[in-house]
């Protein structure tokens, strides 16, 4: 299938959704199944110390979003790339075809979330963004509203799912498009 190496056009993806919903085991799985090459933002800004500050209230670098942007243009504008973070409305629109908006029920967020060391005001926070559904109307304010989805990501079977809808609807966008 169609790689990074410009011999097919391949669509560039967006994972986002709160902390913890499990776009990075999506997005890894993904990236093994379709032969897109996967891009975790946070890792990507920790390795190119891409911050601008440090925000004490949440106890985390703050992101230096021109950077990232910088950083990514050419490999985008080459597509095939599958993105994944807590955030969408920085990013350029046209670089995406298609957004995934995961989401899993609090009670699961709150134990995954507790699993990984959160507690207290942010712990609170991510749950309750999770609630509120802050993500999803992120996207649907950031991208046209028909090339953004939920996907429910509580179970290895919904993950299963996923993986298997994307990677179709991947091959698919291939198809059409070369
Ligand atoms: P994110 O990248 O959104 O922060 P993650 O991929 O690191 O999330 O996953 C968080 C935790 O949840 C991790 O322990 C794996 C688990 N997980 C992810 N997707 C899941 C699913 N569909 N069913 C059960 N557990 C899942």
Redesign the pocket.
Same mark, same amino acid.
């Given at each position: 299938m169609a790689t990074e190496n410009g011999l097919k056009k391949a669509p560039n993806i967006l994972l986002t /959704?709160?902390?913890?919903?499990?776009?990075?085991?999506? /997005?890894k799985e993904l990236a093994e199944r379709t032969g897109l090459a996967f891009i975790?933002i946070s890792d990507l800004a920790k390795e190119g110390q891409l911050y601008e500050g440090y925000d004490e209230e949440y106890d985390c670098p703050v992101l230096d979003e021109d950077r990232v942007i910088d950083e990514l243009e050419d490999r985008m504008s080459g597509g095939g790339m599958i993105v994944?973070y807590?955030g969408c409305d920085f990013f350029p629109e046209r670089w995406f075809q298609i957004v995934f908006v995961?989401r899993t029920d609090n009670t699961l967020l709150y134990e995954?979330l507790e /699993?990984?060391g959160y507690e207290g005001k942010k712990l609170q926070d991510n749950v309750q963004c999770e609630i509120f559904q802050t993500l999803y109307e992120e996207a649907l304010e950031s991208y046209k509203h028909d090339i953004v989805y939920q996907l429910p990501?509580?179970?290895?079977e919904?993950?299963e799912r996923?993986v298997d809808q994307i990677a179709q609807w991947t091959q698919q966008w291939i198809k059409d498009n070369n």
């Open positions: /959704g709160t902390p913890g919903v499990g776009k990075t085991t999506l /997005g975790n994944d807590h995961l995954r /699993g990984r990501s509580n179970t290895p919904d993950l996923n």
